[in-house]
């Protein structure tokens, strides 16, 4: 590992970072603000939509056993990153993780690959968010034009307007500060989780138990090419995964994963929390505690409301409601919906500028893009920069083919953070860690293939475009960040002047 690709940043150096006065963030989240801002995050469009299509064609009843292994898969990674955040409180999330114990170029990788996925999910999200808003439009008689509205099945050439206009208005409430954006969320959250919990309750009270007959369907085989596992595995064991019967549980399960992405997007605010030791690990595992629980609970009401090969795919949960004779409930839903995805949209637009701010304090992208606005102390260049691309993005492409990236690159990053709590245990057991993750070795090798398992699941044509992506971000880094990285120039090192040695900290 003595090679420069694999040069690894000082974790007291990314510390002393965070105090440069023109590089450094403002201080003002606490632990209740990072659990508020995991919910908001988990909670959107994975449970309001993704529950009628895996119900459906994966699972059955027994969706609510896919969201437990979706969610122990994601517990077993949180447990990764709640150590990493309270360890390394630094902006960046797994980048930063990666930089301290596998090197330059890993986190790089990881970097760009956490670059597209929460760009895909910012602009999956608001595309969605579009599509309740012009539900509910259409509900009270009002209709968008077809070159402003959502593309989905139109034959008309346009721009999603209000895609285009949430992500541009989320972006200002980012660069006026993380507390304003902590208030907006904890309002929104309130709001999403109520309906959850109405969903919930006002269920649980037409239930028929006939519809859980049966909880587990028959096992059907799964066509060989839909996933990377099919002929993988049956290669392997002498038989390929199936849609409903057991196996159909984790084909399930790497569905409604993109249900879960979000916990991580918390890691990403630790160099903004104003205690990370103790509120980090709260944060992230309180989040997703309240989440599986919640998914879980609705998964079961809701095919206990109807029978699963009836469930709607577009709005499961509305449409049950309308199935028992009850559509007040359904528009009650579709506005916490649409009132709950700005929250997500927000969060990963956060999480996605963070990282890009992470790494151009290192040098890898342009230093231009690391100094913090000198009033709201928040980097307010990526933040613009970023949020005019997506709402490009969101406002001109229709994403659901490319939402699978999302599902890939976040698995991909579990994979690498687990694997960097491993190395960091062994190079630097000196460390304080104000918590540690249990069982290691062992807790983050089933980490790594818990969320491998799930990788595989995917389609191979989400494998090749991730490839592909990946592939881009390797030529960018031996064109650009190799040679202007901090640690290159030697501006980084321990001991060394910082942040004042050399011309693109001007």
């Given at each position: 590992?003595?090679?420069?690709?694999?040069?690894?940043?000082?974790v007291?150096?990314s510390i002393?970072?965070?105090?440069?006065?023109?590089?450094?963030l403002?201080k003002?989240l606490?632990?209740?603000?990072?659990?508020v801002?995991?919910?908001?995050?988990?909670?959107?469009?994975?449970?309001?939509?993704?529950?009628?299509?895996?119900?459906?064609d994966?699972?059955?009843?027994?969706?609510?056993?896919?969201?437990?292994?979706?969610g122990?898969?994601?517990?077993?990674?949180a447990?990764?990153?709640a150590?990493?955040?309270?360890?390394?409180?630094v902006?960046?999330?797994?980048?930063?993780?990666?930089?301290?114990?596998?090197?330059e170029?890993?986190?790089?990788?990881?970097?760009?690959?956490?670059?597209?996925?929460?760009?895909?999910?910012?602009?999956?999200?608001?595309v969605?968010?579009?599509?309740y808003?012009q539900?509910?439009?259409?509900?009270?008689?009002?209709?968008?034009?077809?070159?402003?509205?959502?593309?989905?099945?139109?034959?008309?050439?346009?721009?999603?307007?209000?895609a285009?206009?949430?992500v541009?208005?989320?972006?200002?409430?980012?660069?006026?500060?993380?507390?304003?954006?902590a208030?907006?969320?904890?309002?929104v959250?309130?709001?999403?989780?109520?309906?959850?919990?109405?969903?919930?309750?006002?269920?649980?009270?037409f239930i028929?138990a006939?519809?859980?007959?049966?909880?587990?369907?028959?096992?059907?085989?799964?066509?060989?090419?839909?996933?990377?596992a099919?002929?993988?595995?049956?290669?392997?064991f002498?038989?390929?995964?199936?849609?409903?019967?057991?196996m159909?549980?984790?084909?399930?399960?790497?569905?409604?994963f993109?249900?879960?992405?979000?916990?991580?997007i918390?890691a990403?605010a630790?160099?903004?929390?104003?205690?990370?030791?103790?509120?980090?690990p709260?944060g992230i595992?309180?989040?997703?505690?309240?989440?599986t629980?919640?998914?879980?609970?609705?998964?079961?009401?809701?095919?206990?409301?109807?029978?699963?090969?009836?469930?709607?795919?577009?709005?499961?949960?509305?449409?049950?409601?309308?199935?028992?004779?009850?559509?007040?409930?359904?528009?009650?839903?579709?506005?916490?919906?649409?009132?709950?995805l700005?929250?997500?949209?927000?969060?990963?637009?956060?999480?996605?500028?963070?990282?890009?701010?992470?790494?151009?304090?290192?040098?890898?992208?342009?230093?231009f893009?690391?100094?913090v606005?000198?009033?709201?102390?928040?980097?307010?260049?990526?933040?613009?920069l970023?949020g005019?691309?997506?709402?490009?993005?969101?406002?001109?492409?229709p994403l659901?083919?490319?939402?699978?990236?999302?599902n890939?690159?976040?698995?991909?990053?579990?994979?690498?953070?687990?694997?960097?709590?491993?190395?960091?245990?062994?190079?630097?057991?000196?460390l304080?860690r104000a918590?540690?993750?249990?069982?290691?070795?062992?807790?983050p090798?089933?980490?790594?293939?818990?969320?491998?398992w799930?990788?595989?699941?995917l389609?191979?044509e989400?494998?090749?475009r991730?490839?592909?992506?990946?592939a881009?971000?390797?030529?960018?880094?031996?064109l650009?960040?190799?040679?202007?990285?901090?640690?290159?120039?030697?501006?980084?090192?321990?001991?060394?002047p910082?942040?004042?040695?050399?011309?693109?900290?001007?």
């Open positions: 590992m003595t090679s420069p690709l694999f040069r690894t940043k000082k007291e150096q002393r970072d965070t105090e440069e006065p023109e590089h450094s403002k003002s606490s632990a209740l603000d990072l659990t801002f995991g919910v908001g995050v988990i909670i959107g469009t994975g449970i309001f939509v993704l529950t009628g299509t895996v119900a459906k994966n699972a059955g009843p027994a969706t609510a056993l896919a969201f437990v292994v979706a122990v898969v994601c517990a077993l990674a447990l990764c990153y150590e990493f955040a309270s360890t390394v409180p902006a960046g999330s797994a980048y930063t993780f990666s930089y301290a114990s596998l090197g170029l890993p986190a790089w990788i990881i970097g760009w690959d956490l670059v597209l996925e929460f760009a895909l999910g910012t602009a999956v999200v608001a969605g968010w579009s599509g808003i539900s509910l439009m259409d509900n009270a008689g009002w209709q968008m034009p077809a070159a402003l509205g959502s593309r989905e099945g139109s034959d008309v050439f346009g721009f999603d307007i209000l285009a206009v949430l541009l208005v989320l972006t200002g409430v980012l660069v006026l500060g993380m507390k304003l954006s208030r907006v969320t904890s309002v959250v309130a709001i999403k989780v109520t309906v959850v919990l109405v969903v919930i309750i006002a269920g649980a009270f028929t006939d519809n859980y007959d049966p909880f587990i369907p028959k096992s059907e085989p799964v066509p060989a090419g839909d996933s990377l099919s002929p993988l595995i049956q290669l392997m002498g038989w390929a995964p199936a849609n409903f019967g057991v159909g549980i984790f084909t399930a399960a790497s569905v409604v993109f249900a879960f992405i979000g916990f991580d918390v990403t630790a160099e903004e929390t104003k205690n990370p030791q103790r509120d980090m709260r595992l309180g989040s997703l505690f309240i989440c629980v919640l998914y879980v609970l609705v998964s079961l009401v809701v095919t206990g409301m109807q029978h699963y090969t009836e469930l709607s795919v577009d709005a499961p949960l509305a449409d049950a409601f309308k199935a028992t004779g009850h559509p007040w409930y359904a528009g009650f839903i579709s506005f916490g919906a649409a009132v709950g700005t929250t997500v949209c927000m969060i990963l637009l956060l999480g996605q500028t963070r990282v890009f701010f992470a790494m151009s304090r290192d040098g890898l992208l342009p230093r893009f690391s100094r606005h000198p009033r709201f102390r928040t980097p307010h260049r990526p933040t613009i970023l005019v691309a997506i709402a490009i993005l969101a406002g001109f492409t659901n083919e490319l939402a699978a990236l999302v890939i690159g976040t698995l991909f990053a579990f994979v690498i953070v687990a694997i960097s709590v491993i190395i960091l245990r062994r190079t630097r057991p000196d304080p918590f540690r993750t249990p069982w290691v070795p062992v807790l090798i089933v980490s790594v293939a818990a969320s491998l799930l990788m595989l699941n389609p191979a989400t494998w090749l991730f490839g592909v992506w990946m881009i971000g390797v030529v960018v880094y031996f650009y960040s190799r040679n202007h990285s901090r640690l290159a120039r030697g501006e980084a090192e321990p001991g060394a910082v942040g004042r040695s050399g011309p693109d900290s001007r």
